[in-house]
């Protein structure tokens, strides 16, 4: 069994910078790791994810070239680097992990993001 666990949410004015952790309590060397959000009243929507041992990467267009998805398998930790955020990026942010890249398993919580404009 997988725990997740989110960290770093915040309100940020548009233009700033907040990097999200997502610790995990098991062990997820071998997991592909992703990040989903949800703003109100939408469905939650693919954001990026990274491959098991990190050397692939994928993103959703709209945060293409402004956010980051890395991960650390030595401390069981993915984060997600996000830079420029617009008012649009405001969402509940939850993390997720899974056998590879999109077959997720095991999510996280949430951490809520606001920008503010």
């Known amino acids: 069994q997988v725990q997740l666990v989110e960290s770093g949410g915040g309100l940020v004015q548009a233009g700033g910078s907040l990097r999200l952790s997502c610790a995990a309590s098991g062990r997820v060397s071998s997991y592909a790791m992703g990040w989903f959000r949800q703003a109100p009243g939408k469905e939650r929507e693919f954001v990026a994810a990274i491959s098991w041992s990190g050397g692939s990467t994928y993103y959703a267009d709209s945060v293409k070239g402004r956010f980051t998805i890395s991960r650390d398998n030595a401390k069981n930790t993915v984060y997600l680097q996000m830079n420029s955020l617009k008012p649009e990026d405001t969402a509940i942010y939850y993390c997720?992990?899974?056998?590879?890249?999109?077959?997720?398993?095991?999510w996280g919580q949430g951490t809520q993001v606001t920008v503010s404009s």
């Open positions: 997720t992990a899974g056998t590879s890249v999109g077959t997720y398993v095991y």
